[in-house]
């Protein structure tokens, strides 16, 4: 019994995978390459502090951060207490306080990003339970590495900062110090931003504490305490800065008589690009192969 379904000749159908491998684009390595990653990272609150206790006549170190994450983390935390041995009675010091705390840093092979977001903060050091160091409304950093391109840092300081109760207005042209008789003394500095070729980094805000209150114990508090604070690097063996983005192609059917490939041609291509001759090889040889096809076809149905 004859039948209407003919089994296309093996040279046929080697000769049609030969049209899909030729008609797609070769892979390629421009601008690309076993690059490295870039890294970012971010904290709300980094604080470096000596505390002196009177009746042990030794510094007590007061080391803490909040919020601190590498790429790829975030972070959502509004307060942190630490306990300085001696001081306050033993009782934990809320360092910070705030309604809002976030830190987030992300990073691939393309771009990597960071930033700080800190508002209606309250900063305390021993010694000073009822007085804050500093009350802000918000303070922000973000700092962006991307292949290819400049480094971007910024940061804002928004709304009224008071210091030691003393409401404050801070310059960019140097430190605003604000002086408490017997509380002591507290250096403000925006911190602004730095960038390099391949890095950008951004602090709202860099304190220099000195202050004596001579109250539940501590003799003295002295270091340095950054509000937030965000950094990255740019990752490696990316796309090259100078060559133009691709376009998003879609698939384009190429049809032939009996038979029909997908191809994957990048229309922004024209001239004799790298990709050219495989394309124009495949759609010839496409062609050829549609011809045998029902060449065969009509044989078999002849029989």
């Known amino acids: 019994m004859n039948s209407n379904t003919f089994r296309m000749p093996a040279a046929v159908l080697l000769a049609t995978g030969a049209v899909a491998l030729l008609a797609a684009p070769p892979a390629s390595a421009t601008g690309g390459g076993a690059g490295r990653q870039g890294s970012s990272g971010a904290v709300v609150l980094r604080a470096g502090l000596d505390v002196s206790l009177l009746n042990k006549a030794v510094n007590v170190p007061l080391k803490a951060t909040l919020n601190e994450v590498s790429a790829p983390e975030t972070a959502r935390k509004t307060a ?51 007085l804050s160091l500093i009350e802000l409304q918000e303070v922000t950093s973000k700092a962006v590495c991307e292949a290819g391109k400049k480094p971007v840092a910024t940061s804002n300081v928004l709304g009224p900062v008071t210091a030691l109760g003393k409401k404050v207005t801070l ?24 960038t390099t070729s391949t890095t950008a980094a951004a602090a709202a805000l860099r304190l220099k504490v000195s202050v004596n209150p001579l109250n539940l114990n501590v003799a003295e ?12 690097e740019a990752p490696t063996g990316g796309a090259s800065p100078s060559a133009p983005a691709k376009p998003d192609v879609k698939p384009q ?14 229309l922004a291509e024209t001239g004799a690009g790298s990709v050219t001759p495989y394309v124009a090889g495949g759609a010839l040889l496409l062609l050829a192969v549609g011809g045998g096809a029902l060449v065969v076809t009509r044989r078999g149905r002849a029989s």
């Open 80 to 130: 942190l207490a630490v306990t300085v041995e001696g001081a306050e009675q033993g009782k934990p010091v809320d360092v910070l306080k705030a309604e809002v705390a976030t830190t987030k840093a992300t990073a691939d092979k393309n771009r990597a990003e960071a930033e700080a977001n800190l508002a209606h903060a309250k900063v305390h050091v021993p010694g000073l339970p009822f």
């Open 171 to 194: 310059s960019a042209g140097g430190p605003t110090k604000v002086e408490v008789p017997g509380v002591g003394l507290v250096s403000l500095e925006l911190s602004g931003t730095q």
């Open 221 to 232: 508090v002295e270091g340095e305490i950054v509000l937030a604070e965000a950094h990255c």
């Open 253 to 266: 059917t190429a049809t032939g008589t009996g038979t029909a490939v997908t191809t994957q041609a990048n």
